[in-house]
């Protein structure tokens, strides 16, 4: 046989365009409002509490079903089995019975022949509710006591003892709002009754396991007669982790009671009144330093708004916990954590999944304790930052084994030239008597792991077919971010074939089973690894094929670039295929990877709850416009630890993308309650995302060049999540500029930084 032509580099490492690029563009990617529908299809739209709180004492649905096309109305005494969600806390009724919790509760459905149909009526059915009093801030729920799960206090060293001799002290408060989702593509799901009590559920969802079992349980089935598959989302970030489970639930009731398919689409508004946000936190802190800034003692309290349920809201609340370091070494702290109920949106998993709530607190006391001594901010959290064989462990009992905090800073701080634009911003500064400009230069370290530790696992399937192309089933989902093309690379360099031959098909719970959510940016070092395990067990079958036929070690058999070589001989991986399907080797296998070294003791938060650290830093510039409070952010400048990465294209995406979300949380994403607790701020018109227009100018991000220093799928490292921090620096910037133009030590500056509050800062 014929020696290859030509060699094909490795699709690792390589910027390949997403697998789904090109149907984006044209349109003809398939989400689940594009599927097309069985004949009988009916659609559902939710009925909607509009008392935040209060005794449900009737629901007059006849108006409604007079209504055209309606075909039935679907409440509480039509669940087939358990009447409340199958949720780890069990805390959360199916729909409203006896009381509703917040504006925005769903009690049942309306379900109708069209969409608009079962919209208009669902909007004629009569609530009659008794209102109780609200509560609507944590403040309120700190009084009240009332909690969705118990307060939770970590502490090292001995904090008071340490604030009571340390030289220098601050006292403040903080909050930090939250924010909406905004997935493109909003929650949707589609069930489908199939022969024998079976069926097929079609979900825009991250963690479609979940979604199987919260069905199953609805219904009283056992969870193998409920298949949920998702090809893809149109976005996530968190929102589809457990709270799309509930439209799927929504519908699957309503196709039950009917017997006919039923799809639920929310509109926007609907999605916002029903959805729950990232969670607000409020802060209190009492710190002590020393003359050069290092902080010698903490306390502080962390309350999460959490709203009526509790969701997610007890490992949010852990992260932000263990995230309140950031990249800093605290010798004596205490933590407390408050996990509060309100009559408000029970808020969920996003992006970062509290690690910002945690992290922001620590970089505003280090930024006021900077500009209280006169020192360079950037000084003083270099002075505190975690060290190498001292000062390395974290206030969870977790070692720093691969800091590369201080390297990446200062090489930072060198390539963006943060002294010498330090010093011509003081200058623009004393010339501008409108105009100030602001800059800060903040660090990331967060953690990579499910901290509930059995989610980290993951498995796959990859199918050999005889003509050489292969398909790949995995655990995760596509939501965008490139998790499809990430593993159909790895897959393609371990059986050493060309990328183009390897297909990666929807999330699918009859395929593999038990799969975690695609969430804690974890989702190419989960499923990643399982699919390379699979793959490789096909690529080593085959191996020992060849080598036993050409007399050789099955190490001696090389696999790459479509090709397969021994010392004697060149074949194609086709060829080489046809001949072992013949001689029935499988060519087909399984793979299960579970992440190693972590551990995590739930009730003291103590352990090893992380596989490694993702480290990144970024250097921002701002302008505010003191008679306005008016602000822009004018220069970005980002240096981001993703190991080796496997396809850089995409990382620099997730970079860009995070940073940009973040900035919105901190600056124009605001969301308003009303002191009846309705969501004021629930479309587009008046909640505000970053727009094309709010690009930075100068917007630079470049890669640490090192591997990850754990064995992790390609040396390379998570990147979802840990650049949507790096946007703490746009928050700090805006503080810098507030304190030039007011001459202030601390700068008291609510998140999000709306002009509103700018301004109301620099007064």
Request: net charge negative; hydrophobic share 40%; glycine share 8%.
């Amino acid at each position: 046989m014929n020696a290859p032509e030509k060699i094909l580099a490795p699709a690792i490492g390589a910027s390949q365009p997403h697998e789904s690029a090109r149907a984006h563009v044209t349109g003809t990617a398939t989400y689940i409002d594009d599927i097309p529908e069985i004949k009988g299809t009916l659609h559902a739209a939710p009925i909607l509490s509009n008392v935040a709180h209060g005794k449900l004492r009737g629901v007059d649905t006849r108006e409604a079903e007079a209504m055209p096309g309606v075909r039935g109305i679907v409440l509480a005494r039509d669940i087939p089995a358990d009447p409340v969600l199958a949720t780890f806390v069990h805390d959360e009724p199916i729909f409203a019975r006896d009381k509703v919790e917040f504006i925005g509760q769903v009690i049942g459905l309306v379900v109708a022949d069209t969409v608009m149909e079962a919209r208009r009526a669902a909007r004629k059915v009569k609530l009659d509710i008794e209102p109780l009093e609200a509560i609507l801030t944590t403040h309120d729920a700190i009084r009240a006591q009332s909690f969705v799960l118990p307060p939770v206090t970590v502490k090292r060293g001995e904090p008071d003892a340490a604030l009571a001799r340390a030289p220098h002290r601050l006292q403040g408060t903080l909050e930090v709002g939250g924010q909406e989702h905004f997935y493109l593509e909003g929650q949707v799901g589609y069930v489908v009754p199939l022969e024998q009590d079976q069926w097929h559920v079609y979900s825009s969802t991250q963690h479609p396991g979940e979604a199987q079992h919260w069905v199953a349980h609805a219904l009283g089935l056992p969870t193998s007669a409920v298949k949920v598959e998702c090809r893809r989302m149109g976005g996530g970030f968190g929102g589809k982790e457990t709270q799309s489970g509930h439209i799927v639930v929504w519908a699957a009731i309503a196709a039950k009671k009917l017997r006919r398919p039923v799809k639920l689409r929310l509109d926007r508004d609907d999605d916002f009144m029903v959805t729950g946000k990232r969670h607000p936190f409020t802060y209190e802190y009492d710190v002590g330093f020393d003359d050069s800034g290092l902080v010698t003692g903490m306390k502080l309290v962390l309350a999460a708004n959490c709203g009526w349920s509790a969701d997610l809201s007890g490992p949010v609340a852990d992260r932000a916990v263990f995230h309140v370091d950031n990249a800093y070494y605290l010798s004596d702290v205490e933590i407390v954590s408050y996990r509060c109920k309100t009559n408000i949106q029970s808020h969920t998993a996003f992006r970062g999944f509290g690690g910002p709530q945690g992290m922001i607190v620590t970089e505003a006391i280090l930024g006021d304790i900077a500009r209280t001594l006169k020192l360079d901010p950037l000084d003083v959290r270099k002075r505190n930052l975690y060290g190498i064989g001292t000062r390395d462990t974290t206030h969870y009992q977790m070692k720093v084994e691969d800091n590369i905090l201080e390297p990446l800073i200062s090489r930072l701080e060198a390539s963006c030239q943060y002294r010498a634009r330090r010093e011509e911003v003081a200058r623009f500064n004393e010339q501008s008597p409108v105009v100030k400009r602001g800059i800060a230069l903040t660090p990331v370290k967060f953690g990579i792991s499910f901290t509930a530790t059995f989610f980290n696992q993951a498995g796959a399937l990859v199918h050999v077919y005889t003509d050489g192309s292969v398909m790949v089933n995995h655990g995760g989902t596509e939501m965008g971010q490139g998790l499809n093309t990430k593993v159909a690379q790895i897959v393609a360099d371990e059986l050493g074939v060309p990328l183009e031959r390897v297909r990666v098909t929807s999330a699918d719970t009859s395929k593999v089973p038990n799969a975690s959510a695609t969430a804690a940016s974890s989702g190419t070092d989960l499923n990643g690894r399982a699919a390379q395990f699979a793959a490789r067990q096909v690529r080593e079958r085959l191996a020992r094929f060849v080598a036993e036929k050409q007399e050789c070690e099955p190490g001696q058999v090389i696999f790459a670039a479509g090709q397969v070589s021994t010392p004697s001989t060149h074949m194609t991986f086709e060829q080489l295929v046809d001949d072992a399907y013949k001689s029935r080797v499988q060519l087909w296998s399984d793979g299960f990877y579970k992440t190693p070294k972590i551990h995590y003791d739930k009730v003291t938060l103590t352990g090893r709850p992380f596989y490694y650290f993702a480290y990144g830093a970024a250097c921002t510039e701002v302008a505010i416009d003191t008679l306005t409070g008016e602000n822009r952010v004018l220069k970005v400048d980002i240096l981001h630890d993703v190991g080796h990465s496997i396809n850089p294209a995409l990382d620099l995406g997730q970079i860009e993308g995070g940073f940009v979300q973040g900035m919105g949380w901190l600056t124009t994403e605001e969301l308003v309650w009303t002191d009846k607790g309705y969501l004021a701020t629930h479309a587009p018109s008046t909640y505000k995302i970053p727009a094309t227009g709010d690009w930075p100018p100068h917007f630079k991000v470049e890669f640490w060049p090192e591997a990850n220093r754990e064995d992790n799928v390609g040396g390379s490292k998570a990147v979802g999540e840990p650049p949507f921090m790096l946007a703490i620096s746009v928050w700090e910037a805006l503080r810098d500029a507030v304190a030039s133009a007011r001459g202030a030590a601390t700068v008291r500056l609510d998140a999000p930084a709306t002009a509103e509050r700018v301004l109301g800062a620099l007064r």
